[in-house]
Nanobody, 128 residues
């Protein structure tokens, strides 16, 4: 699975921003899509995920402000970010997961890391 991200940029606190992630390749193997973010010196953290059935998950830090969605027809995931704050400044990465242990297109992966594909990252900067 290959992922290409679009969006990002410089916004002011309180503004909204949308990111999109277009998937290609073995998209029928994708079980879950998610958005992560990373700042220098810190580990990459999950900000939103959506299952193949549409179940979403958000950490408390973004709950109520971020919305993830997924269009299976176009194999695209979206992240809508509202009421942005400077602490949301980070590089945002799209991720697509296969199910661990499942065979799809002749390929099987055994760990979360091996089952995950990443986008190239998009810088989001929120000024105060």
């Amino acid at each position: 699975v290959q992922l290409v991200e679009f969006g990002g940029g410089l916004v002011q606190a309180g503004d909204s921003l949308s990111l999109s992630c277009a998937a290609s390749g073995d998209t029928h193997c994708i079980s879950k899509m998610a958005w992560y973010r990373q700042t220098p010196g810190k580990e990459r953290e999950l900000v939103a995920s959506i299952s193949s059935g549409g179940t979403t998950h958000y950490p408390d830090s973004v709950k109520g402000r971020f919305t993830i969605s997924r269009d299976k027809d176009t194999n695209t995931a979206y992240l809508r970010s509202d009421s942005l704050i400077p602490e949301d400044t980070a590089v945002y990465y799209c991720a697509a997961d296969r199910s661990v242990g499942d065979v799809c297109s002749g390929f099987i992966c055994y760990t979360d890391a091996a089952c995950r594909s990443w986008g190239q990252g998009a810088q989001v900067t929120v000024s105060s």
